[in-house]
């Protein structure tokens, strides 16, 4: 058996281990809530955030399964939700909500009401393109979970219209291809008063991705703030050295909390639940704000 040996910090306190991004079969992961648990419970994980896409409702499932399996992971109820920003989508993170409050509850219907009309426009489009019935086959594969692209992806790629779900969003539904369905997602404000609505805490998921000159983010960063927000995520998994120096050096300049997570989806290769993730020193961390 091996033993785990705690790090410690220089106040010679144990090291919590975090990963604040992570997503269930709620929205597009792979795994149950139980699964995810499991997995981060393995894992020695201290503190694990689901978050999924637009959708609260994988959070009492895991919350009563660490509960019954005895679990001494512990939870942080999330959320992404997808926003629109300057024809961009810029996914915001919730971490800490209150999944009872009522504004919250709201702007996730009206997400839902938005991935529906999009994945119907969606799958029109992919008619014309030659495949027939893929809203009832990305429905089934979505389950009660949030509908996203992924699910599109999926089915493309189940049928062997694509040989990887990379080449579904190339060809098919990424940003300006043919079965491209512009969403009509909330903006970066109302995401931000929602989730501070909760009691929560709002932090820009993973601000590499979004393929953005750094003026372009800077400008994103400075309306985050402008709309109260409070973090952003400067170590994922994915990132290099020198994406790991630029984001935590936006962090320090705008004075924002320090947030970190894999993103997981589903075990791979590349990255892992809880793997690699270490903020740096000079940043505050985000559960600085619950748990102090
Ligand atoms: P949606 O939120 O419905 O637009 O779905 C987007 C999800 O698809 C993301 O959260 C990713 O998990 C997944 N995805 C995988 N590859 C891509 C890609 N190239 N572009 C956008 N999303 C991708
Ligand atoms: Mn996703
Ligand atoms: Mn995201
Ligand atoms: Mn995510």
């Not at 601000?207 to 402008?226: E, S, V």
């Amino acid at each position: 058996m091996s033993t785990v040996v705690s790090e410690k910090n220089e106040h010679n306190s144990i090291v919590k281990r975090y990963d604040l991004h992570s997503h269930t079969r709620f929205s597009d992961g792979k795994l149950s809530p139980e699964q995810l648990i499991d997995r981060a419970t393995n894992f020695q994980l201290d503190v694990l955030a689901i978050t999924d896409h637009d959708t609260t409702n994988a959070l009492d499932i895991a919350k009563r399964y660490i509960q019954d399996s005895g679990s001494k992971l512990e939870l942080i109820n999330g959320i992404e939700f997808s926003t629109s920003w300057q024809n961009f989508e810029i996914h915001i993170v919730g971490l800490n909500i209150d999944t009872q409050n009522s504004a919250l509850q709201a702007l996730i219907t009206s997400q839902q009401v938005a991935r529906e009309t999009r994945a119907i426009g969606m799958s029109q489009k992919l008619a014309k393109c030659g495949f027939d019935n893929m809203l009832e086959q990305a429905k089934a594969l979505a389950g009660e979970g949030s509908i996203t692209r992924a699910h599109f992806a999926q089915v493309l790629l189940n049928q062997g219209s694509v040989t990887k779900m990379q080449s579904a969003f190339d060809k098919y539904i990424g940003k300006g291809k043919r079965a491209f369905v512009k969403p009509t997602w909330c903006d970066i404000t109302a995401a931000v008063k929602a989730i501070h609505q909760a009691g929560g805490v709002a932090v820009i998921a993973h601000p590499m991705r979004y393929d953005m000159t750094a003026k372009w983010l800077r400008r994103l960063i400075i309306d985050f703030k402008n709309a109260g927000g409070d973090a952003m995520e400067i170590v994922l998994p994915q990132m290099n050295p020198e994406q790991r120096r630029l984001m935590l050096s936006y962090c320090l300049e705008y004075e924002l909390y320090a947030s970190l997570g894999s993103d997981f989806h589903y075990p791979s290769k590349w990255s892992d639940l809880g793997r690699n993730l270490t903020l740096p020193d000079n940043c505050k961390p985000v559960w600085q704000l619950w748990e102090s």
